[in-house]
């Protein structure tokens, strides 16, 4: 399976990106995607995710309210739409894809390289 995040750039805080992330080369549906970002010195954090049923979601309360995790099955991708973005949400976004469990990195088996979303003041 592999995974390509892309979408990312710079924005003032206040406004909003969308990221998508392409999935090929396994059963789209058999898959959880997840979200997850890592900023310059801090642990890789969980965003959200999306199960491969497409029923369930789940977000970190750091972006609940503020970020959308949806997915279009006929083009295997997975959108993050993220508003309200703040300073402290400039990280490297990345896509992951896996069977268990969906809100830990613990769940992921195949990692897609990132995009860089920077949120200015």
């Known amino acids: 399976v592999q995974l390509q995040a892309f979408g990312g750039g710079l924005v003032q805080a206040g406004g909003s990106l969308r990221l998508s992330c392409a999935v090929s080369?396994?059963?789209?549906?058999?898959?959880?995607i997840g979200w997850f970002r890592q900023a310059p010195g801090k642990e890789r954090e969980f965003v959200a995710a999306?199960?491969?049923?497409?029923?369930?979601?789940t977000y970190a309360d750091s972006v609940k309210g503020r970020f959308t995790i949806s997915r279009d099955v006929a083009k295997n991708t997975v959108y993050l739409q993220m508003n309200s973005l703040k300073t402290e949400d400039t990280a490297v976004y990345s896509c992951?894809?896996?069977?268990?469990?969906?809100?830990?990195?613990?769940?992921?088996?195949?990692w897609g390289q990132g995009t860089q979303v920077t949120v200015s003041s």
């Open positions: 992951a894809a896996g069977v268990s469990t969906y809100d830990s990195a613990l769940g992921y088996d195949y």
């Open positions: 999306i199960s491969g049923s497409g029923f369930s979601t």
């Open positions: 080369g396994g059963r789209f549906r058999r898959y959880n």
